[in-house]
């Protein structure tokens, strides 16, 4: 991935395809697809102003770069090419064969977008792009590959749409590129989000390396010099590059409190040896010379990642007392770290004799797909589906055993409730303890890589609500919650009949008299419910009252919006007890409060100022109160078990309309939104100005609703208050 210039002819994309590809009839066909998708695409002018047929050209040579199969290349030269009406399946089959357009077919999928609402839109095209890999792997790549090229020319776009783009590329296909161990296309993808997301911090960093490069360059140059007469002495055949640190993982480092000329692997560097056992020579070379730092030492060659990654990481003190961290490994280690799972098809058509278990490593990531397509069929809901995907699937994996030796993967942090619902929903509702490696665990037990799990049943027993903060997974959590709800319907609708019964004894009604077909049509109508039983739930759980179900009937002094704001305005707003959902590092008992200037909530970066008498005080990190403080400032972070919902304040400019307040609440009915309290601060000709206070779980939660309120039709901007 070299190359970033955008102009690039098809002799650049075949010289490297000819590297690795020899089969005459291999090149042809590439040759052809270029012909063919040139044609397609004669006269098409990107936002670029590039012909479009540069964009193929692109995404073919990133692919090259992969060492991909013939097929792969093809695929990437004709990816748009369906986009197009004009142009059918079956004349792509035709030219083709039938690898090749499935191949096109899975990135048309995952491209082609019909869905309204911008929301449900976004998390539909999530689905679809983790969905897509469960057809064929190389669909992936692609995708990937069309990705980065689109980044590369993202300027192009206006700065909404570019941000919008580096948030789905973040949140969705960086995790996957690092799950398959593609790190050159994650860590530019990464860099490049970061510089459409965040350009103010993306260009000080720049600005930053550009000013100490010169220094950086002389000391990294004087310890290649040093460590290259080691080797040399030594007999050892290597090559050594001086490796610089990717923008996206400083700021990673900055944005948990450091500072930058604190981050020590700003000085690094790679060896490259032929053999494993020169890998661990050279480690010791090393740290002969240099004294090495305590705990900076891991071996991915004897353990590697589940990603496939290998590589003697370490950390010395070098030249001049500067801390170096090198990374040691031989060229066919390199270029599956470099490539990951994709490094599998250049191995093959060179017929390598790498590690015999680079295919078991294709069945593990095989196995990760089918979990996905599991996932999928599991999941009622596209954003369930997509958050158990993210926390799930995408995070690093652990390989735990049932007693009888079949493996399981989990993410990392995973507690035997997660392993219970991952075997079976039965066996995770009738859990009564659990047995790890011969002996009794507690249900938060964190398991282990290799733990031997023996879940204890009872038909009896039933799952706590405990557990929702206990598990890990999304999964997990999704079905304590499909339990719970099962049995709060039940509940509801009792209480909902109940409720409605008892209003109509005080209006002195009776039921049947109350509830003649075309009554309970207009209710039903009215209250968007598809039968009794739906109404009767939706009073039970508070989302409307008996008042104002029998009001759609009976006209009453006050109204449907008077009644809710009513119930809204005289509610009680009562602190979040935050005991274990902040985590200030060294420190266990120490008073946590939550700015009540800032409000911070879960998925907001935050920092601790320690207070004069009552603890640590926690802020956003863009709360103005914090910009002019250095002193008693203290990095914390959100546990990742957070559930609770947490206070924030938004401000909202609306039109002077009746409904305004009632269409603000109803967009709270799906819960996860509570509103709190609702006050006009300010009249001002034809607007107003809203102050409401919401109980909201994370910022993802937060974020979603805010869009929610924009899209109404009377509401002119919603920003979060700071006070």
Not at 191 to 202: F, T
Not at 679 to 704: A, H, Q
Request: hydrophobic letters at 35%; proline letters at 2%.
């Amino acid at each position: 991935m070299t190359k970033v210039n955008q102009n690039i002819c098809f002799d650049d994309v075949l010289e490297i395809v000819k590297t690795y590809i020899d089969k005459e009839d291999e090149l042809a066909c590439i040759q052809k697809a270029y012909l063919y998708a040139k044609e397609k695409h004669m006269g098409e002018i990107r936002l670029t102003g590039d012909d479009y047929i540069n964009h193929p050209l692109n995404v073919a040579y990133i692919l090259a770069k992969l060492s991909s199969d013939y097929q792969t290349i093809c695929a990437g030269l004709l990816h748009d090419i369906l986009e197009n009406p004009a142009n059918s399946k079956e004349e792509l089959e035709e030219q083709f064969g039938n690898d090749i357009t499935s191949l096109v077919e899975g990135i048309t999928t995952i491209n082609r977008l019909n869905f309204n609402g911008e929301t449900d839109s976004k998390l539909a095209s999530q689905r679809k792009i983790l969905v897509g890999l469960t057809e064929d792997v190389r669909v992936i790549f692609i995708k990937l590959a069309d990705r980065l090229h689109n980044m590369r020319t993202l300027w192009a776009i206006d700065s909404k749409s570019q941000k919008e783009k580096a948030k789905e590329t973040l949140d969705i296909l960086v995790p996957i590129a690092a799950r398959l161990g593609m790190n050159q296309i994650k860590s530019e993808l990464e860099d490049l989000c970061l510089r459409y997301s965040k350009p103010d911090v993306y260009f000080s960093i720049v600005e930053a390396l550009n000013e100490t490069k010169i220094e950086r360059d002389k000391t990294v140059e004087k310890m290649i010099q040093e460590v290259q007469e080691i080797l040399n002495e030594n007999h050892i055949e290597y090559k050594i590059k001086g490796r610089s640190k990717s923008i996206y993982s400083i700021y990673k480092k900055m944005d948990k409190g450091k500072r930058f000329q604190d981050i020590y692997d700003l000085f690094a560097m790679r060896i490259y040896v032929n053999t494993e056992s020169e890998c661990y020579q050279v480690l010791g070379l090393i740290h002969s010379k240099f004294k090495p730092m305590p705990k900076r030492f891991k071996d991915y060659v004897a353990n590697p990642k589940p990603n496939m990654y290998q590589s003697l990481h370490t950390t010395v003190f070098g030249i001049d007392g500067k801390l170096f961290e090198i990374q040691i490994r031989t060229y066919e280690m390199d270029a599956i770290a470099e490539n990951g799972i994709a490094s599998h098809w250049s191995y093959k058509e060179n017929g390598s004799n790498v590690k015999a278990n680079i295919q078991n490593a294709m069945e593990q990531k095989l196995q990760f797909f089918k979990t996905i397509m599991e996932l999928r069929k599991e999941e009622d809901n596209d954003e369930d589906f997509v958050n158990s995907v993210k926390t799930d699937i995408l995070k690093e994996s652990i390989y735990v055993f049932t007693p009888k030796g079949d493996a399981i993967e989990l993410p990392n942090g995973s507690t035997p409730i997660d392993f219970a619902y991952r075997v079976h929903s039965k066996v995770g509702d009738s859990m009564v303890g659990a047995i790890v490696n011969n002996q009794i665990v507690p249900l938060d037990y964190v398991l282990k890589d290799g733990d031997i799990i023996n879940i204890k049943t009872n038909k009896s027993a039933i799952p706590s609500k405990e557990w929702m903060n206990i598990a890990y997974t999304q999964q997990a959590k999704n079905k304590i919650k499909a339990f719970f709800n099962k049995i709060d319907k039940e509940e509801y609708l009792k209480k909902g009949e109940e409720e409605i019964k008892a209003e109509l004894r005080k209006r002195k009604i009776s039921f049947n008299e109350f509830f003649t077909p075309e009554n309970t049509e207009k209710i039903l109508a009215e209250t968007k419910c598809s039968n009794l039983d739906e109404l009767y739930i939706s009073i039970g759980n508070g989302k409307t009252t008996a008042t104002l179900t029998l009001n759609i009937i009976q006209n009453n002094n006050d109204t449907k919006e008077e009644i809710i704001l009513k119930k809204v305005t005289e509610r009680e707003v009562k602190p979040v007890v935050i005991k274990d959902d902040i985590i200030v590092e060294g420190i266990d008992s120490l008073k946590v409060n939550v700015a009540n200037c800032c409000q911070p909530i879960p998925g907001d970066h935050i920092v601790g100022y320690i207070t004069k008498g009552n603890g640590i005080s926690v802020h956003r990190m863009s709360c103005p109160n914090m910009e002019q403080v250095e002193e008693r400032v203290i990095s914390v972070h959100w546990n990742e078990t957070v559930s609770k919902k947490y206070h924030t304040s938004l401000l909202i400019e609306a039109e002077n309309t009746k409904n305004v307040l009632l269409d603000i609440i109803s967009k709270t009915s799906s819960g996860e939104v509570i509103v709190d309290s609702i006050n006009t601060l300010k009249r001002s000709g034809d607007t107003s100005l809203i102050e409401v206070t919401i109980r909201v779980s994370n910022l993802e939660k937060l974020t979603k609703f805010i869009h929610d309120l924009e899209s109404l039709k009377h509401i002119i901007t919603v920003e979060r208050l700071i006070k």
